[in-house]
Protein backbone atom coordinates (compact mmCIF):
# COMPACT_ATOMS: atom_id res chain seq x y z
CA UNK A 1 0.00 0.00 0.00
CA UNK A 2 2.93 2.33 0.84
CA UNK A 3 4.57 1.47 -2.17
CA UNK A 4 1.49 2.54 -4.85
CA UNK A 5 0.88 5.43 -2.35
CA UNK A 6 4.48 6.80 -3.09
CA UNK A 7 4.07 5.73 -6.74
CA UNK A 8 1.08 7.57 -7.26
CA UNK A 9 2.77 10.88 -5.58
CA UNK A 10 5.51 10.65 -7.60
CA UNK A 11 3.39 10.80 -10.71
CA UNK A 12 1.34 13.77 -9.57
CA UNK A 13 4.90 15.58 -8.41
CA UNK A 14 6.21 14.68 -12.00
CA UNK A 15 2.32 15.87 -13.99
CA UNK A 16 3.02 19.04 -11.85
CA UNK A 17 6.20 19.72 -13.05
CA UNK A 18 4.96 19.08 -16.28
CA UNK A 19 2.19 21.70 -16.27
CA UNK A 20 4.06 24.41 -14.47
CA UNK A 21 6.74 23.60 -17.74
CA UNK A 22 3.78 23.99 -20.17
CA UNK A 23 2.48 26.98 -18.15
CA UNK A 24 5.98 29.02 -18.55
CA UNK A 25 6.35 28.17 -22.06
CA UNK A 26 3.12 29.16 -22.97
CA UNK A 27 3.19 32.34 -20.82
CA UNK A 28 0.64 34.77 -22.79
CA UNK A 29 2.91 37.79 -22.88
CA UNK A 30 5.91 35.56 -23.09
CA UNK A 31 7.40 37.25 -26.68
CA UNK A 32 8.67 33.69 -27.61
CA UNK A 33 5.08 32.02 -27.83
CA UNK A 34 2.63 33.49 -30.22
CA UNK A 35 -0.48 32.78 -28.73
CA UNK A 36 -3.70 31.79 -31.02
CA UNK A 37 -6.88 33.63 -30.12
CA UNK A 38 -10.13 32.33 -31.75
CA UNK A 39 -12.98 34.40 -31.53
CA UNK A 40 -16.73 33.35 -31.89
CA UNK A 41 -19.48 35.80 -32.76
CA UNK A 42 -22.69 34.87 -32.48
CA UNK A 43 -23.67 36.13 -36.38
CA UNK A 44 -20.92 36.65 -39.61
CA UNK A 45 -22.09 40.60 -39.75
CA UNK A 46 -20.05 41.00 -36.78
CA UNK A 47 -18.10 43.40 -38.61
CA UNK A 48 -20.67 45.70 -39.32
CA UNK A 49 -21.66 45.33 -35.55
CA UNK A 50 -18.17 46.40 -34.37
CA UNK A 51 -17.76 49.17 -36.46
CA UNK A 52 -21.33 50.50 -35.20
CA UNK A 53 -20.62 50.12 -31.68
CA UNK A 54 -17.23 51.88 -32.12
CA UNK A 55 -19.26 54.47 -33.83
CA UNK A 56 -22.35 55.24 -31.51
CA UNK A 57 -19.83 54.48 -28.31
CA UNK A 58 -17.83 51.77 -26.28
CA UNK A 59 -20.44 49.05 -26.16
CA UNK A 60 -19.34 45.33 -26.49
CA UNK A 61 -20.00 42.34 -28.93
CA UNK A 62 -20.92 39.29 -27.19
CA UNK A 63 -19.01 36.28 -28.22
CA UNK A 64 -16.20 33.56 -26.90
CA UNK A 65 -13.38 32.94 -27.36
CA UNK A 66 -10.69 30.39 -27.70
CA UNK A 67 -7.05 31.07 -26.59
CA UNK A 68 -4.49 28.21 -26.81
CA UNK A 69 -6.83 25.78 -27.17
CA UNK A 70 -8.50 27.01 -23.57
CA UNK A 71 -12.49 28.32 -23.58
CA UNK A 72 -14.02 31.40 -22.34
CA UNK A 73 -17.67 32.40 -22.51
CA UNK A 74 -19.28 35.31 -22.23
CA UNK A 75 -16.73 37.52 -23.10
CA UNK A 76 -17.28 41.51 -24.77
CA UNK A 77 -15.43 42.60 -27.99
CA UNK A 78 -15.15 46.07 -29.11
CA UNK A 79 -12.43 47.70 -31.88
CA UNK A 80 -9.83 50.13 -29.90
CA UNK A 81 -8.13 53.22 -30.90
CA UNK A 82 -8.84 56.25 -32.49
CA UNK A 83 -6.85 57.16 -35.31
CA UNK A 84 -6.00 53.46 -35.81
CA UNK A 85 -9.82 52.80 -36.11
CA UNK A 86 -11.65 53.25 -39.49
CA UNK A 87 -15.18 52.14 -40.70
CA UNK A 88 -15.10 48.98 -42.78
CA UNK A 89 -11.05 47.72 -42.42
CA UNK A 90 -10.23 43.99 -42.59
CA UNK A 91 -7.80 45.07 -39.67
CA UNK A 92 -9.33 47.14 -36.63
CA UNK A 93 -7.60 46.84 -33.45
CA UNK A 94 -9.40 44.88 -30.56
CA UNK A 95 -9.99 45.16 -26.91
CA UNK A 96 -11.15 41.59 -25.46
CA UNK A 97 -12.95 41.77 -22.12
CA UNK A 98 -12.85 37.97 -20.55
CA UNK A 99 -14.43 39.81 -17.82
CA UNK A 100 -17.77 41.34 -19.30
CA UNK A 101 -20.31 39.18 -17.69
CA UNK A 102 -18.27 36.86 -15.17
CA UNK A 103 -16.27 39.58 -13.08
CA UNK A 104 -13.23 36.94 -12.17
CA UNK A 105 -13.06 35.00 -15.60
CA UNK A 106 -9.72 36.40 -16.91
CA UNK A 107 -6.57 34.25 -18.94
CA UNK A 108 -3.45 33.78 -16.74
CA UNK A 109 -4.59 36.66 -14.49
CA UNK A 110 -5.78 38.65 -17.76
CA UNK A 111 -9.10 39.86 -17.63
CA UNK A 112 -8.97 42.39 -20.88
CA UNK A 113 -6.66 41.65 -23.69
CA UNK A 114 -5.35 44.84 -25.66
CA UNK A 115 -4.00 43.69 -29.39
CA UNK A 116 -2.90 46.36 -31.70
CA UNK A 117 -3.15 46.53 -35.38
CA UNK A 118 0.14 48.06 -35.88
CA UNK A 119 -0.60 51.14 -37.86
CA UNK A 120 1.83 53.37 -39.28
CA UNK A 121 4.73 50.17 -38.64
CA UNK A 122 5.53 47.71 -41.17
CA UNK A 123 8.10 46.93 -39.82
CA UNK A 124 5.46 45.29 -36.89
CA UNK A 125 8.16 45.63 -34.21
CA UNK A 126 8.07 49.35 -32.67
CA UNK A 127 5.85 48.18 -29.84
CA UNK A 128 7.32 44.98 -28.86
CA UNK A 129 11.01 46.35 -28.98
CA UNK A 130 9.80 49.64 -27.56
CA UNK A 131 8.57 47.93 -24.79
CA UNK A 132 11.49 45.61 -23.83
CA UNK A 133 13.79 48.49 -23.80
CA UNK A 134 11.41 50.52 -21.85
CA UNK A 135 11.13 47.81 -19.54
CA UNK A 136 14.98 48.00 -18.75
CA UNK A 137 14.32 51.10 -16.73
CA UNK A 138 10.85 51.65 -15.48
CA UNK A 139 7.59 50.00 -14.79
CA UNK A 140 6.48 49.39 -18.44
CA UNK A 141 3.76 46.78 -20.13
CA UNK A 142 4.76 43.16 -21.62
CA UNK A 143 4.45 42.50 -25.32
CA UNK A 144 4.15 39.96 -28.24
CA UNK A 145 2.62 38.88 -31.07
CA UNK A 146 -1.06 36.86 -31.38
CA UNK A 147 -2.43 35.58 -34.70
CA UNK A 148 -6.36 35.69 -34.59
CA UNK A 149 -8.98 33.94 -36.23
CA UNK A 150 -12.64 35.72 -35.97
CA UNK A 151 -15.43 33.11 -36.98
CA UNK A 152 -12.80 30.44 -38.31
CA UNK A 153 -11.25 32.89 -40.79
CA UNK A 154 -7.70 34.29 -40.61
CA UNK A 155 -8.17 38.13 -39.29
CA UNK A 156 -4.38 38.96 -38.82
CA UNK A 157 -1.03 38.83 -36.94
CA UNK A 158 -1.39 41.20 -34.00
CA UNK A 159 0.96 42.81 -31.28
CA UNK A 160 -0.51 41.71 -28.02
CA UNK A 161 0.18 44.67 -25.45
CA UNK A 162 -0.27 43.57 -21.34
CA UNK A 163 -3.06 45.47 -20.08
CA UNK A 164 -2.56 48.09 -17.51
CA UNK A 165 -4.94 46.85 -15.42
CA UNK A 166 -5.36 46.28 -11.21
CA UNK A 167 -2.66 43.06 -11.41
CA UNK A 168 0.11 45.46 -13.46
CA UNK A 169 -0.01 47.92 -11.00
CA UNK A 170 -0.03 45.15 -8.11
CA UNK A 171 3.08 43.69 -9.04
CA UNK A 172 4.50 46.63 -10.23
CA UNK A 173 3.87 49.16 -7.09
CA UNK A 174 2.16 46.53 -4.54
CA UNK A 175 -0.81 48.04 -4.47
CA UNK A 176 -4.09 48.50 -6.74
CA UNK A 177 -6.52 51.48 -5.17
CA UNK A 178 -4.43 54.32 -5.25
CA UNK A 179 -5.21 57.19 -8.06
CA UNK A 180 -5.06 55.24 -11.38
CA UNK A 181 -5.37 58.22 -14.40
CA UNK A 182 -5.48 57.23 -18.22
CA UNK A 183 -3.65 60.55 -19.99
CA UNK A 184 -5.09 60.21 -23.47
CA UNK A 185 -7.08 63.39 -23.65
CA UNK A 186 -10.21 62.95 -26.06
CA UNK A 187 -9.49 65.63 -28.96
CA UNK A 188 -12.79 65.53 -30.73
CA UNK A 189 -14.03 67.88 -27.51
CA UNK A 190 -13.86 71.30 -27.48
CA UNK A 191 -12.84 72.62 -23.93
CA UNK A 192 -15.07 73.95 -22.19
CA UNK A 193 -15.47 77.88 -21.61
CA UNK A 194 -13.12 79.41 -19.89
CA UNK A 195 -10.59 76.47 -20.35
CA UNK A 196 -7.43 76.48 -22.30
CA UNK A 197 -6.69 75.62 -25.66
CA UNK A 198 -4.58 72.51 -27.12
CA UNK A 199 -3.64 71.58 -23.30
CA UNK A 200 -4.58 68.18 -23.40
CA UNK A 201 -2.83 65.58 -20.66
CA UNK A 202 0.54 68.60 -19.97
CA UNK A 203 -0.32 68.24 -16.54
CA UNK A 204 -0.42 72.58 -17.57
CA UNK A 205 -2.17 73.42 -14.35
CA UNK A 206 -6.36 75.04 -14.65
CA UNK A 207 -7.97 75.68 -11.67
CA UNK A 208 -11.16 74.79 -13.09
CA UNK A 209 -11.71 70.99 -12.23
CA UNK A 210 -13.96 70.64 -15.27
CA UNK A 211 -10.95 71.62 -17.73
CA UNK A 212 -9.57 68.35 -16.89
CA UNK A 213 -12.60 66.03 -17.72
CA UNK A 214 -11.74 66.14 -21.36
CA UNK A 215 -8.14 65.29 -21.37
CA UNK A 216 -8.12 62.79 -18.63
CA UNK A 217 -9.49 59.41 -17.78
CA UNK A 218 -10.05 58.23 -13.86
CA UNK A 219 -9.70 55.18 -13.75
CA UNK A 220 -10.18 54.60 -9.86
CA UNK A 221 -13.17 55.67 -8.22
CA UNK A 222 -11.64 59.19 -6.79
CA UNK A 223 -8.74 61.20 -7.38
CA UNK A 224 -9.71 64.35 -9.42
CA UNK A 225 -8.29 66.31 -6.66
CA UNK A 226 -4.78 64.12 -6.16
CA UNK A 227 -4.43 65.14 -10.16
CA UNK A 228 -5.12 68.93 -9.54
CA UNK A 229 -2.29 69.29 -7.14
CA UNK A 230 0.35 67.02 -9.24
CA UNK A 231 -0.74 69.65 -12.31
CA UNK A 232 -0.69 72.58 -9.74
CA UNK A 233 2.96 71.68 -7.89
CA UNK A 234 4.36 70.57 -11.09
CA UNK A 235 3.18 73.80 -12.55
CA UNK A 236 3.96 76.47 -10.22
CA UNK A 237 5.48 75.10 -6.96
CA UNK A 238 8.09 73.13 -8.73
CA UNK A 239 10.82 72.76 -5.93
CA UNK A 240 8.18 70.63 -4.03
CA UNK A 241 7.62 68.49 -6.58
CA UNK A 242 9.44 64.84 -5.04
CA UNK A 243 6.64 65.20 -2.65
CA UNK A 244 3.54 64.46 -5.49
CA UNK A 245 5.62 62.76 -8.23
CA UNK A 246 8.44 59.85 -8.13
CA UNK A 247 10.67 62.04 -10.44
CA UNK A 248 13.28 59.39 -10.84
CA UNK A 249 10.52 57.68 -12.84
CA UNK A 250 9.20 60.74 -14.95
CA UNK A 251 12.99 61.49 -15.70
CA UNK A 252 13.51 57.80 -17.43
CA UNK A 253 10.20 58.11 -19.42
CA UNK A 254 10.80 61.72 -21.00
CA UNK A 255 14.33 60.61 -21.55
CA UNK A 256 13.36 56.98 -23.12
CA UNK A 257 10.88 59.25 -25.56
CA UNK A 258 13.44 61.62 -26.94
CA UNK A 259 16.07 59.25 -27.20
CA UNK A 260 13.43 57.03 -29.67
CA UNK A 261 11.91 60.09 -31.29
CA UNK A 262 8.68 59.02 -29.51
CA UNK A 263 6.64 61.67 -30.08
CA UNK A 264 2.99 60.00 -29.76
CA UNK A 265 3.38 60.71 -26.14
CA UNK A 266 3.97 63.31 -23.95
CA UNK A 267 6.63 64.75 -25.80
CA UNK A 268 4.95 65.06 -28.54
CA UNK A 269 2.39 67.13 -29.53
CA UNK A 270 -0.71 65.76 -27.65
CA UNK A 271 1.29 65.31 -24.30
CA UNK A 272 -0.48 61.51 -24.08
CA UNK A 273 -0.14 57.94 -24.06
CA UNK A 274 0.83 57.56 -20.68
CA UNK A 275 -1.00 56.65 -17.19
CA UNK A 276 -0.14 58.34 -13.84
CA UNK A 277 -0.68 55.99 -10.50
CA UNK A 278 -0.03 57.58 -7.11
CA UNK A 279 1.31 54.92 -4.87
CA UNK A 280 1.66 54.20 -1.19
CA UNK A 281 4.20 56.80 -0.71
CA UNK A 282 2.36 59.57 -2.33
CA UNK A 283 3.90 60.21 -4.92
CA UNK A 284 2.41 59.57 -8.53
CA UNK A 285 4.25 57.20 -11.15
CA UNK A 286 4.33 57.44 -15.09
CA UNK A 287 3.84 54.59 -16.88
CA UNK A 288 4.55 54.43 -20.48
CA UNK A 289 1.58 53.88 -23.14
CA UNK A 290 1.01 52.65 -26.84
CA UNK A 291 4.49 52.70 -28.59
CA UNK A 292 2.95 51.90 -31.76
CA UNK A 293 4.47 55.09 -33.33
CA UNK A 294 7.42 55.15 -31.71
CA UNK A 295 10.65 55.49 -33.79
CA UNK A 296 9.31 58.93 -35.70
CA UNK A 297 6.53 57.30 -36.94
CA UNK A 298 4.99 59.90 -35.63
CA UNK A 299 6.57 63.45 -36.34
CA UNK A 300 5.21 66.64 -34.76
CA UNK A 301 6.55 67.99 -31.19
CA UNK A 302 3.79 70.42 -31.15
CA UNK A 303 6.19 73.20 -32.33
CA UNK A 304 5.12 74.16 -36.00
CA UNK A 305 4.93 71.06 -38.73
CA UNK A 306 5.69 67.51 -38.44
CA UNK A 307 9.67 66.73 -38.44
CA UNK A 308 11.71 65.67 -41.53
CA UNK A 309 13.79 62.53 -41.50
CA UNK A 310 16.80 64.73 -40.86
CA UNK A 311 15.06 66.34 -38.13
CA UNK A 312 13.69 63.42 -36.56
CA UNK A 313 17.75 62.28 -36.37
CA UNK A 314 19.03 65.13 -34.48
CA UNK A 315 16.03 65.88 -32.51
CA UNK A 316 17.17 68.31 -29.36
CA UNK A 317 18.03 66.15 -26.63
CA UNK A 318 16.09 68.97 -24.55
CA UNK A 319 13.11 69.12 -26.21
CA UNK A 320 11.00 71.32 -23.94
CA UNK A 321 12.99 71.98 -21.75
CA UNK A 322 11.87 76.24 -22.10
CA UNK A 323 8.43 75.09 -23.22
CA UNK A 324 6.09 76.16 -20.28
CA UNK A 325 3.03 74.53 -21.89
CA UNK A 326 4.84 71.08 -21.15
CA UNK A 327 5.71 71.14 -17.50
CA UNK A 328 6.28 68.16 -16.72
CA UNK A 329 9.65 68.21 -19.05
CA UNK A 330 11.03 72.24 -18.31
CA UNK A 331 9.58 72.16 -14.33
CA UNK A 332 11.92 69.43 -13.94
CA UNK A 333 14.83 70.13 -16.16
CA UNK A 334 14.92 73.83 -15.01
CA UNK A 335 16.39 71.88 -12.08
CA UNK A 336 20.29 71.22 -12.72
CA UNK A 337 20.47 68.12 -10.65
CA UNK A 338 17.17 67.11 -12.42
CA UNK A 339 18.78 67.94 -15.73
CA UNK A 340 22.21 65.88 -14.94
CA UNK A 341 20.11 62.94 -14.25
CA UNK A 342 18.15 63.00 -16.96
CA UNK A 343 21.01 63.08 -19.36
CA UNK A 344 22.38 60.11 -17.34
CA UNK A 345 19.29 58.28 -18.22
CA UNK A 346 19.71 59.20 -22.06
CA UNK A 347 23.62 58.24 -21.73
CA UNK A 348 22.31 54.62 -20.70
CA UNK A 349 19.64 54.30 -23.01
CA UNK A 350 21.67 55.11 -26.17
CA UNK A 351 25.26 52.90 -24.41
CA UNK A 352 22.80 49.69 -23.55
CA UNK A 353 20.86 49.23 -26.99
CA UNK A 354 21.80 52.00 -30.18
CA UNK A 355 25.57 52.40 -30.10
CA UNK A 356 26.34 48.91 -29.85
CA UNK A 357 23.91 47.79 -32.44
CA UNK A 358 21.83 45.65 -30.07
CA UNK A 359 18.30 47.66 -30.90
CA UNK A 360 19.04 46.23 -34.80
CA UNK A 361 20.00 42.76 -33.95
CA UNK A 362 17.31 42.37 -31.44
CA UNK A 363 14.43 43.87 -34.33
CA UNK A 364 15.50 41.55 -37.15
CA UNK A 365 15.42 38.92 -34.64
CA UNK A 366 11.65 39.64 -33.79
CA UNK A 367 11.17 40.13 -37.94
CA UNK A 368 12.30 36.48 -38.21
CA UNK A 369 10.35 35.43 -35.48
CA UNK A 370 6.38 36.55 -37.00
CA UNK A 371 8.34 36.82 -40.94
CA UNK A 372 5.76 33.25 -42.09
CA UNK A 373 2.72 34.49 -40.16
CA UNK A 374 2.95 37.91 -41.89
CA UNK A 375 3.36 36.34 -45.20
CA UNK A 376 -0.22 34.85 -44.81
CA UNK A 377 -1.83 37.60 -43.12
CA UNK A 378 -3.84 38.96 -46.07
CA UNK A 379 -5.25 41.88 -44.40
CA UNK A 380 -2.01 43.57 -43.33
CA UNK A 381 -1.38 46.93 -43.92
CA UNK A 382 1.69 46.31 -45.38
CA UNK A 383 2.91 43.98 -47.94
CA UNK A 384 5.83 41.15 -47.66
CA UNK A 385 8.36 43.01 -49.40
CA UNK A 386 7.76 46.37 -47.37
CA UNK A 387 7.57 44.56 -44.21
CA UNK A 388 10.91 42.93 -44.72
CA UNK A 389 12.54 46.47 -45.98
CA UNK A 390 11.28 48.58 -43.47
CA UNK A 391 13.92 48.32 -40.52
CA UNK A 392 16.07 50.28 -43.41
CA UNK A 393 13.98 52.12 -45.75
CA UNK A 394 11.69 54.92 -45.15
CA UNK A 395 8.14 53.31 -46.23
CA UNK A 396 4.88 54.96 -47.83
CA UNK A 397 3.99 58.11 -50.06
CA UNK A 398 1.72 59.64 -48.34
CA UNK A 399 2.85 58.58 -44.64
CA UNK A 400 6.68 58.51 -44.46
CA UNK A 401 7.52 56.16 -41.80
CA UNK A 402 11.06 56.05 -41.43
CA UNK A 403 13.13 52.27 -41.20
CA UNK A 404 13.67 52.20 -37.88
CA UNK A 405 17.76 51.92 -38.67
CA UNK A 406 17.88 54.20 -40.53
CA UNK A 407 16.37 56.79 -38.15
CA UNK A 408 18.22 55.51 -34.87
CA UNK A 409 21.86 54.51 -36.21
CA UNK A 410 22.37 58.52 -37.27
CA UNK A 411 20.32 59.45 -34.44
CA UNK A 412 22.43 57.50 -31.51
CA UNK A 413 25.70 58.88 -33.73
CA UNK A 414 24.07 62.20 -33.65
CA UNK A 415 23.53 62.10 -29.68
CA UNK A 416 26.69 60.61 -28.79
CA UNK A 417 28.73 63.19 -30.09
CA UNK A 418 26.47 65.46 -28.48
CA UNK A 419 27.85 68.26 -26.41
CA UNK A 420 26.03 67.42 -23.53
CA UNK A 421 26.44 63.51 -23.68
CA UNK A 422 29.68 63.42 -24.93
CA UNK A 423 30.93 63.45 -21.39
CA UNK A 424 33.22 61.04 -19.29
CA UNK A 425 30.73 59.85 -16.69
CA UNK A 426 32.30 58.71 -13.08
CA UNK A 427 32.77 55.06 -12.33
CA UNK A 428 32.46 52.80 -9.71
CA UNK A 429 35.13 50.50 -10.05
CA UNK A 430 35.25 48.89 -5.98
CA UNK A 431 32.29 48.89 -3.21
CA UNK A 432 33.16 47.12 -0.03
CA UNK A 433 32.02 46.33 3.57
CA UNK A 434 34.28 46.54 6.58
CA UNK A 435 33.98 42.54 7.57
CA UNK A 436 34.14 41.42 11.23
CA UNK A 437 38.16 40.36 11.92
CA UNK A 438 39.26 36.84 11.59
CA UNK A 439 39.32 34.92 14.93
CA UNK A 440 37.19 37.95 16.76
CA UNK A 441 34.21 37.43 18.69
CA UNK A 442 33.18 40.98 18.17
CA UNK A 443 30.45 40.74 15.81
CA UNK A 444 30.12 44.14 13.08
CA UNK A 445 26.36 45.92 13.72
CA UNK A 446 26.57 48.55 11.21
CA UNK A 447 27.26 48.80 7.31
CA UNK A 448 30.68 50.46 7.02
CA UNK A 449 30.97 50.69 3.05
CA UNK A 450 33.60 52.38 1.52
CA UNK A 451 32.92 53.08 -2.44
CA UNK A 452 35.85 53.54 -5.00
CA UNK A 453 35.04 56.22 -7.33
CA UNK A 454 37.50 56.95 -10.81
CA UNK A 455 36.47 60.32 -12.91
CA UNK A 456 36.81 63.49 -10.99
CA UNK A 457 34.26 62.45 -8.55
CA UNK A 458 32.25 65.25 -6.71
CA UNK A 459 29.35 63.48 -5.03
CA UNK A 460 28.88 60.05 -3.73
CA UNK A 461 25.74 59.65 -2.46
CA UNK A 462 24.00 56.04 -1.04
CA UNK A 463 20.30 55.24 -1.62
CA UNK A 464 19.20 52.23 0.87
CA UNK A 465 16.39 50.77 2.61
CA UNK A 466 16.23 47.78 4.92
CA UNK A 467 12.66 45.59 3.58
CA UNK A 468 11.51 45.57 -0.13
CA UNK A 469 8.40 47.69 1.33
CA UNK A 470 9.87 50.74 2.97
CA UNK A 471 11.13 53.92 0.87
CA UNK A 472 14.58 54.62 0.01
CA UNK A 473 16.66 57.22 2.33
CA UNK A 474 19.89 58.54 1.37
CA UNK A 475 22.90 59.79 2.94
CA UNK A 476 26.08 61.57 1.19
CA UNK A 477 29.28 59.54 1.62
CA UNK A 478 32.41 61.54 2.94
CA UNK A 479 36.10 61.21 1.84
CA UNK A 480 37.51 63.15 4.98
CA UNK A 481 39.63 59.83 6.11
CA UNK A 482 37.26 59.80 8.74
CA UNK A 483 34.54 57.25 7.68
CA UNK A 484 36.35 54.02 6.82
CA UNK A 485 37.15 55.83 3.47
CA UNK A 486 41.02 55.40 3.52
CA UNK A 487 43.05 58.94 3.06
CA UNK A 488 41.52 62.18 2.55
CA UNK A 489 40.83 63.06 -1.14
CA UNK A 490 42.00 59.30 -2.24
CA UNK A 491 38.46 59.01 -4.76
CA UNK A 492 37.19 56.17 -1.75
CA UNK A 493 34.17 57.39 -0.55
CA UNK A 494 32.66 56.06 3.13
CA UNK A 495 29.72 56.09 5.76
CA UNK A 496 28.54 53.71 8.39
CA UNK A 497 24.58 52.56 8.53
CA UNK A 498 22.78 51.50 11.43
CA UNK A 499 20.30 48.70 10.40
CA UNK A 500 17.84 49.24 12.92
CA UNK A 501 17.40 46.27 14.10
CA UNK A 502 17.55 44.49 10.19
CA UNK A 503 19.85 42.21 9.30
CA UNK A 504 19.92 43.43 5.60
CA UNK A 505 20.22 46.50 3.74
CA UNK A 506 18.95 47.18 -0.22
CA UNK A 507 21.55 49.66 -1.37
CA UNK A 508 22.36 51.58 -4.99
CA UNK A 509 24.92 54.07 -5.28
CA UNK A 510 24.56 57.54 -6.99
CA UNK A 511 28.07 59.52 -8.26
CA UNK A 512 28.56 62.84 -9.76
CA UNK A 513 31.06 64.59 -11.03
CA UNK A 514 31.14 68.13 -12.70
CA UNK A 515 30.07 66.80 -16.07
CA UNK A 516 27.80 64.08 -15.44
CA UNK A 517 25.64 61.36 -12.93
CA UNK A 518 25.69 57.73 -12.64
CA UNK A 519 23.88 54.99 -10.94
CA UNK A 520 25.48 51.10 -9.58
CA UNK A 521 24.42 49.14 -10.23
CA UNK A 522 22.89 49.85 -13.66
CA UNK A 523 19.64 48.26 -12.98
CA UNK A 524 19.17 50.15 -9.60
CA UNK A 525 15.84 50.82 -10.54
CA UNK A 526 14.73 46.38 -10.42
CA UNK A 527 17.80 45.17 -9.21
CA UNK A 528 19.62 46.83 -6.19
CA UNK A 529 22.64 45.34 -4.62
CA UNK A 530 21.34 43.50 -1.36
CA UNK A 531 24.28 43.00 1.49
CA UNK A 532 23.63 41.34 5.01
CA UNK A 533 24.82 41.15 8.29
CA UNK A 534 25.31 37.31 8.46
CA UNK A 535 27.72 38.05 5.04
CA UNK A 536 29.64 40.92 6.57
CA UNK A 537 30.76 38.49 9.95
CA UNK A 538 31.79 35.26 8.71
Known sequence: MNKLLLSFFLVCMVFAKVMVAQDAKNDFYDVDHMPEIKITFPNDNWASELDSLRILGNGLLFGSVNIDGQNYKNIGVRYRGSKSFTTGSKRNALHIKLNYIKKDQSHQGSKSIKLSNALRDPSLVR????????????????????????????????VNVEDISERFLEDQFGSSDGTFVK??????????????????????????????????????????????????????????????????????????????????????????????????????????????????SFKNTGKGSDLGLRELQTMDPLLHKNNPTKPLISSLLQNPEYEKIYLSHMYQIIYDNFVNG?????????????????????????????????????????????????????????????????????????????????????????????????????????YYKFTKMDDYQSIFLEDDGKNGDGDAGDKTFGIKVDPEMHDKMYYYIVTENPAAITYYPSDYMFEPKVVTLEEINR
Open 358 to 462: EYQKRAEELQRMISNTHFDDKNSFYDHSEFLKSLTTTIGKRSRIPGIVELMEKRARFLKKHPLLAVVPPTVTNVTFKRRKEFSNEKMETFNIAVTVDQRPKRVKL
Open 127 to 158: EVLGYEIARKYMPAPRANYTKVTINGQFYGLF
Open 183 to 296: CSPDTQKKPKTGCKKNVYASLEYEDNAQCFLANYELKSEDGWDDLMELSDIITNEPKKVERVLNVDRALWMIAFNNVLVNLSSYSGSKSQNYYLYKDASGQFNPIIWDLNLAFG
